[in-house]
């Protein structure tokens, strides 16, 4: 088993910044890859970005335009998403997810999954 905990969610202004984080316990491996992935309200869950154990990563189709960066620190545990530039249809509630193997944007391979924290960018 996995255990993920994000935080690092809130409210902020358009334009401004976010740094989440998801810290992962449990069987924690050089196999498990880790994924953001957002819900906007009435919407469907939508994939972020994606990385593996040794740093590779991959975005979503949805143009990101280099706004958003994922990342990792092993010694912690910990992914992170770096979010500038928040515009408010960046509202959503953000969750990370992990499986083991290789990354994948469809939530479905995903076995663990955290809490989800909210992201809430005003106008």
């Known amino acids: 088993q996995v255990q993920l905990v994000e935080s690092g969610g809130g409210l902020v202004q358009a334009g401004g910044s976010l740094r989440l984080a998801c810290a992962a316990s449990?069987?924690?491996?050089?196999?498990?890859?880790m994924a953001w992935f957002r819900q906007a309200p009435g919407k469907g869950r939508e994939f972020v970005a994606a990385?593996?154990?040794?740093?590779?990563?991959?975005y979503g189709t949805n143009s990101w335009e280099g706004r958003f960066t994922i990342s990792r620190d092993n010694a912690k545990n910990t992914m992170y998403l770096q979010m500038s530039s928040l515009k408010p249809e960046d509202t959503a509630v953000y969750s990370c997810?992990?499986?083991?193997?290789?990354?994948?944007?469809?939530?479905?391979?995903?076995?663990?999954w955290g809490q989800g924290t909210q992201v809430t960018v005003s106008s």
């Open positions: 997810a992990a499986k083991e193997g290789a990354y994948s944007p469809y939530e479905f391979f995903y076995a663990y």
């Open positions: 449990g069987r924690t491996s050089s196999n498990v890859a």
């Open positions: 990385i593996t154990w040794s740093g590779a990563f991959t």
